[in-house]
């Protein structure tokens, strides 16, 4: 939904690049970017900042629009008595970290959209999440807040200056998570499993209640665990897998195009949040390829695919490359999922009669739906097998199968005649590195060349566009609307997501230029984000923003990622790309960086459970000697020799596909390490530690060796 109500004359938002930002161009708000000149004019003004955080997808920042700053009298109160300041969350992810801590720390409350109140100085002194037009939900009315914080700050400007100093001292202590405890060691690991394991819904397959988030870092995390053997391995493959198979059956999977939503509302589920966005869809297929690596469960592959068709259709720049944003949950506020859902009738109009018949039983389409607004209407979502519904309905379960692929094709179609909900074209930098990574996973199990292709496209413009070995990353690869606007420095998960793709991307192709970007990528890392001083020989972690960097107002605190939420998190990331770093360079910083990032907080991890999976990913990895399975060669036995080594997913393991003329452009501590070989017959050679095996031709060696290595 790019679009707001009203074509009154523009405000300074049409300006702006942010597909977000300019839907409010037409508000009658005189609202401002983020950025120095607005905060000058509120200091010159002598006026506190409205700060409004929200983004593009965000069905409730689009209610606040419509029912608040799209109404003349609230426009009227925000322009007379402050300076408006309203941010995309996705273009300023920083700006969104440290208000979000700060209105936490205020009222408890955190999301979007966010709504603060701040000295012209940038300090917050009050604010909370979505305010009614009028009093309800047990929210005061937004135009009474509005002048409580207008009276409080003219005629007690010291209460606010107070408040909001303790506030950013808040923040800054909140987010330093000064931890540290010693070497974290497996004790640690197990038991971040274990909270993982206990927090197990068994009957809805997930962690927790509602709402209910998909958590793919612990699935992954739990997939590795099941490979390795041991008391939590029967466990763990039981959490990862039936929270795989009941998500996949749920209304938060898109049973018609493919791709997740973000999370559930309840606990079974049923009905989502109905925004798709780029970094779900990428850890999601991570989760599914990585347990049909592991399980063989053709289920898990074919959702896999799944993903895959709906990113390709509706998240990728078929032409340049990369990857989109997001996709909004509704076309206008009146469509709350509707474009989604069907009622009993919607389906039928478009369906056979035994298509009708196997689909209401399929998707579960009843009289009375799941939908509060409109009762009729139904999430899609499975509730029986194939097998079951042929077996009830007196069908060959062939013909059945054949029947509900029609059905999904038909529907379809159907829905695609309906308005479709908006999809943000912007390129983030971090986000493509995410989804990048993931195809190359998906590429490489599922054999699917197009995908490794597509992604090796992606990458190769993202570091045309948006590296710059002087000036490091931006954030932006570009707008979806043609916008062009200042560069906006990359923050940390830039760095982290790009570095990995790149180093997924040789371990996919063989070419060194991946490998060397990501070298390059991490160096500029450490030099500009770690915690350090100059000659410091222990670190502390990883800024957010560069250590310097410094800002308006909350920017000028320092915070160090740590929780995923809602993308792995930059200290987790970036922990694990120094420890494959240092595997195949013998750089002793790049793994002295990564332990001193694990016990920067070792002594706090335990008390984040789900959300540190991250963290938990770069602590197994840097706990087990490195697997290197070194696949040479091009022909149909090569091919053999990669299926059997990317069988059995584990977090140390790195699968490396190589041809004859690469191997005088390795790595350096690969190319000391790996035995010489002449070319001729395709082979493979598993190194571990510092030592290789002797060369394996077979792939059923290969699958003995590896299973040797992992467990």
Not at 185 to 210: M, T, W, Y
Not at 441 to 462: I, M, Q, Y
Request: contains cysteine; proline residues 5%.
């Amino acid at each position: 939904m790019s679009e707001q109500h009203g074509n009154g004359p523009e405000n300074a938002l049409g300006q702006a690049a942010s597909a977000y930002l300019r839907s409010a161009r037409h508000q009658p708000i005189a609202w401002n970017e983020w950025g120095e000149e607005a905060f000058a004019k509120a200091a010159a003004e002598n006026k506190p900042v409205l700060l409004d955080i929200g983004a593009v997808w965000c069905h409730w920042c689009h209610v606040m629009d419509r029912e608040s700053y799209e109404d003349p009298r609230t426009a009227a109160l925000i322009n007379e008595h402050f300076v408006a300041v309203k941010v995309d969350r996705d273009e300023r992810p920083d700006v969104d970290a440290r208000y979000q801590a700060a209105v936490a720390a205020i009222s408890g409350q955190g999301g979007w959209p966010l709504t603060a109140f701040l000295t012209p100085e940038g300090k917050p002194y009050f604010g909370g999440t979505y305010f009614p037009p009028e009093d309800r939900y047990g929210r005061p009315s937004f135009q009474r807040v509005l002048m409580t914080m207008a009276d409080a700050f003219a005629a007690r400007r010291d209460e606010v200056e107070d408040s909001a100093g303790s506030v950013l001292r808040a923040i800054e202590h909140n987010e330093s998570f000064s931890g540290r405890a010693g070497t974290p060691g497996p004790e640690v690991l197990a038991k971040l499993i274990e909270v993982a394991i206990a927090q197990f819904d068994e009957r809805n397959g997930g962690f927790g209640s509602q709402p209910k988030f998909p958590h793919p870092g612990a699935i992954d995390l739990l997939i590795d665990a099941a490979s390795r053997g041991g008391e939590d391995a029967a466990p763990a493959k039981r959490v990862a897998t039936v929270t795989l198979k009941k998500m996949a059956a749920g209304g938060i999977f898109d049973q018609l195009a493919g791709g997740f939503h973000r999370y559930s509302v309840d606990e079974r589920w049923i009905v989502p949040h109905f925004e798709k966005m780029a970094y779900d869809n990428s850890e999601l297929l991570k989760s599914y390829v990585h347990a049909y690596q592991s399980f063989v469960d053709p289920e898990f592959a074919a959702v896999a695919r799944e993903i895959l068709r709906w990113m390709d259709e509706w998240l990728s720049d078929r032409e340049l490359g990369g990857f989109y944003a997001s996709q909004d949950a509704d076309d206008s506020l009146d469509d709350d999922g509707d474009y989604f859902t069907w009622t009993r009738d919607e389906a039928a109009a478009v369906l056979s009669a035994d298509e009708f018949a196997v689909a209401a039983a399929f998707y579960n389409l009843r009289p009375v739906g799941d939908m509060h607004h409109n009762p009729l209407k139904n999430v899609l979502h499975r509730v029986a097998t194939v097998e079951q519904i042929a077996g009830a309905q007196k069908r060959d379960v062939d013909a059945t199968r054949e029947l509900l692929a029609a059905v999904q094709k038909k529907m379809y179609a159907e829905r695609l005649e309906r308005k479709t909900p908006y999809v943000d074209k912007t390129v983030y930098t971090g986000w493509n590195g995410m989804c990048i990574s993931a195809y190359l996973a998906a590429g490489r199990a599922l054999n699917r060349p197009d995908a490794v292709a597509f992604a090796l496209k992606s990458l190769d413009r993202v570091l045309a566009s948006a590296w710059d070995a002087e000036l490091g990353l931006a954030h932006v690869v570009a707008y979806g609307e043609g916008g062009s606007a200042k560069r906006i420095a990359g923050v940390l998960e830039d760095y982290t997501f790009v570095g990995t793709a790149a180093l997924d991307a040789w371990e996919a192709s063989g070419e060194l230029r991946y490998f060397t970007a990501a070298q390059q990528i991490a160096d500029r890392m450490l030099a500009r984000f770690c915690d350090t001083e100059e000659g410091d020989a222990m670190s502390r972690g990883f800024f957010d923003m560069e250590k310097d960097a410094g800002g308006i107002g909350a920017l000028s605190t320092q915070r160090k990622p740590l929780q995923d939420s809602p993308t792995p998190a930059g200290n987790g990331v970036a922990a694990s790309l120094l420890v494959r770093l240092h595997a195949l360079t013998g750089e002793r910083l790049y793994l002295s960086r990564a332990i001193d990032t694990l016990e920067t907080f070792s002594g706090v991890v335990e008390h984040f459970g789900l959300y540190v999976a991250s963290y938990a990913q770069a602590l197994r990895r840097a706990l087990e000697p490195p697997i290197q399975v070194c696949v040479v060669g091009s022909d149909d036995a090569a091919d053999e020799l990669m299926v059997a080594a990317m069988a059995r997913f584990a977090l140390n393991k790195s699968v490396i596909r190589l041809r004859w003329e690469q191997l005088s452009t390795l790595p350096p501590a690969l190319a000391e390490t790996l035995p010489y070989l002449t070319a001729g017959q395709s082979v493979a050679v598993v190194c571990q530690g510092n030592s290789c095996l002797p060369p394996i031709h077979s792939a059923e060696e290969l699958v003995t060796a590896l299973a040797a290595a992992t467990t």
